[in-house]
């Protein structure tokens, strides 16, 4: 009876280019080290200008005393809102 044990353990590595032209350089080596990967860009968040007016004016009225400041959790859901 032969037997033959398969190892199913894989490492992920997440590597942040901050140089687009790196990233052709770093498919090649990977590619010629035979390793399997995905690349996932993230979009940068473009601020309407509207957007801009209204955390303009929240500041202002936070510092007129005409507004408190929000609870974090309040901030958090909004900016996922905003990235997603």
Do not use: C, H
């Not at 052709?24 to 957007?51: H, W």
């Amino acid at each position: 009876m032969n037997l033959s044990l398969v190892n199913l353990s894989m490492t992920t590595l997440t590597v942040n280019i901050q140089n687009e032209k790196d990233l052709p350089v770093l498919q090649e080596i990977l590619n010629r080290f035979g390793l399997s990967y995905s690349v996932d860009v993230e979009e940068e968040y473009t601020f309407t200008e509207a957007e801009i007016k209204g955390l303009i004016k929240t500041k202002q009225d936070f510092i007129d005393g005409k507004t408190t400041a929000r609870d974090w959790t309040e901030i958090e859901e909004e900016l996922n809102r905003a990235y997603n």
